[in-house]
């Protein structure tokens, strides 16, 4: 009997917890029962491999938290005068880390460019997209990111090469859990809440996002657009 979605998301979820508990809890185990027959290299190995888990199980979490606020309208969005450019860098910097064999290439924007958005929320899309490039990117280890402004909007471009998404099935990736229906058949690991979690923050913030994928080049490009900041209207908004 075929399980429905929400069966399927905690045998998923389920294994997505276990995977990574039972790294650490092996790992750690090994490292107490043969400390003194460890040399330094085999330990760092084996701590990083932890940390590594470990950070798995924190990420899971949190999206599973924050699936929780957005279902019950309780995410708190602060919006101010965001820098674009410094804060796509700022996420570059981070994922570059898990990432070090990538090449992240940033076209600067002639002129300064800033959208009206959630500090935080905006890092976090960023954060997501900019991990699902590196993820899917197959053989490519380059990922391209440009900004730009288009009528009332900021766009943020990030494309990678390697893995193409069929037309019909672009639309099904916002879902929540739809990654769960190819799991077994992907090496990517994730509980399909990161793109779910994605579209609902643009949306509260006034935003959209497209995809674009071709099957010939093997490019998928994700755009993002968040509200551009216009000093005219802040003024107007708060009478001023």
Known sequence: MKKNIKEEFISTLSHEIRTPLTSIKGFSQT???SWDKLDDEKKKEFLKIISNQSQRLINLIENVLNVAKIDSNSENLVLIKIN??????????IISMNYPDFTFNIEKPKNELFCLADTDKTQQILINILENAAKYSKNSKKIDIKISANNDFIVFSITNWG???EQDKIPKIFEKFYRIDSYLNSTAQGSGLGLYIVKNLIDKMKGKIEVISSKETLKTEFLIYLPIYEVEKQIKNIGV
């Open 163 to 165: 893995n193409y998404i």
């Open 31 to 33: 490292m107490l029962n």
């Open 84 to 93: 674009t450019y410094q804060i796509i860098k700022n996420c570059i910097n």
